[in-house]
């Protein structure tokens, strides 16, 4: 059974960063693609980021576009989400996602895992 273990989370003032962290365990992390996804309170669950099982493909909501950045560390059984330039409109709880199918997606119900979630609070 696939674990997952978000870390990071925090409260931050607009325009400052923060790097989330997602450990995984239970299979095999290098054949998984890993997403992010963050739900504010009264709204739905929104993806945020998605990488392929190697890394090389990359997706990305616009909203965050050239600001976050995804990234999987094989080695270290780990994704990260760097966040920088943050707004207030990103205040969310962030969920990372496990994918066995190794391709990058951004529908929630092709992920086949959840983490917890952390809190991701930005004030202006």
């Known amino acids: 059974q696939v674990q997952l273990v978000e870390s990071g989370g925090g409260s931050v003032q607009a325009g400052g960063s923060l790097r989330l962290s997602c450990a995984f365990s239970g299979r095999t992390f290098s054949s998984y693609a890993m997403g992010w996804f963050r739900q504010a309170p009264g709204k739905e669950r929104e993806f945020v980021a998605a990488i392929s099982w190697g890394g090389g493909s990359t997706y990305y909501a616009d909203s965050v576009k050239g600001r976050f950045t995804i990234s999987k560390d094989n080695a270290k059984n780990t994704v990260y989400l760097q966040m920088n330039s943050l707004k207030p409109e990103d205040t969310a709880v962030y969920y990372c996602?496990?994918?066995?199918?190794?391709?990058?997606?951004?529908?929630?119900?092709?992920?086949?895992?959840w983490g917890q979630g952390t809190q991701v609070t930005v004030s202006s």
């Open positions: 996602a496990a994918d066995s199918s190794g391709w990058a997606v951004v529908t929630d119900n092709e992920y086949d895992y």
